[in-house]
């Protein structure tokens, strides 16, 4: 069920208070939105947290609202767009992974691919549980316990605690692998959601270039180049073209 967040919206306007927004905080512009949406004016909601965005802030819960504003308005594609942001900056957060879930239900288009090997999925799986940063800090931690285990064997002198700088070294290991991959994929890949209604995809950045295929709002793509006021987009199945650029809003 789509819902509003209320839990730690104070911290996000202690957060916000004194940053000055064209006269008014954007403390007093977020609690606007907050009482826009539990009066059910959701064009109203969506246009205050916006304006937030526009400021040069984010934050995660505030891509949570702004995502269940847009679901309430009908809007797929904002509310897709809005729940992906959310988890850009926590891949751990339930509820916005939960409402992405059921925003993508409204998405018409379906691509199938084939089956993926269970060994990659679960891969996958755990490399998106976290950020970079987030696995960059457990390779700290575990270096630090190698280190830690070394020291006290050096003043101890006790074998068991060099035998556990083998496992150690190997966990240090992977978890930077992980980390190198996440890195490495967060770089490279740069997606989009399509945010027109209906829209014709070209072989060409021009409009009276061949028309290959449509797509439909809320649909994630990834992006592979822009020129002047297009963008080249590739689909999961391996179909690429390209679109105006006010029909995509890139994450």
Do not use: C
Request: charge should be negative; proline fraction near 3%; charged fraction near 20%.
């Amino acid at each position: 069920m789509v819902r509003l967040r209320y839990f730690a919206t104070f911290v996000l306007i202690s957060i916000l208070a004194g940053r000055l927004s064209a006269g008014a905080t954007e403390e007093a512009v977020y609690q606007r939105g907050m009482d826009a949406y539990a009066s059910e004016q959701w064009s109203l909601a969506i246009q205050e947290f916006e304006s937030i965005l526009r400021s040069g802030y984010e934050a995660e819960l505030l891509y949570y609202n702004l995502g269940n504003a847009y679901y309430r308005a009908g809007h797929v594609a904002g509310a897709v767009w809005a729940y992906e942001k959310a988890l850009i900056l926590n891949p751990n957060d339930d509820d916005a992974r939960y409402n992405l879930a059921l925003a993508n239900l409204r998405v018409k288009d379906r691509i199938e691919l084939p089956e993926i090997p269970f060994y990659i999925r679960f891969y996958r799986g755990v490399r998106e549980s976290l950020t970079p940063g987030e696995w960059m800090r457990w390779v700290s931690i575990v270096l630090f316990l190698v280190g830690l285990f070394y020291a006290l064997n050096r003043i101890l002198r006790r074998p068991w605690l060099g035998w556990l700088m083998v496992p150690g070294t190997v966990i240090a290991t992977f978890l930077f692998l992980i980390t190198l991959d996440s890195i490495i994929t967060t770089n490279r890949i740069r997606e989009g959601i399509i945010y027109g209604e209906q829209v014709t995809v070209t072989s060409a950045p021009s409009e009276r270039s061949t028309m290959l295929f449509e797509l439909h709002e809320g649909l994630k793509v990834s992006v592979l180049e822009q020129s002047d006021d297009w963008y080249q987009i590739e689909l999961l199945d391996g179909k690429s073209g390209w679109l105006p650029a006010d029909q995509l809003r890139v994450l």
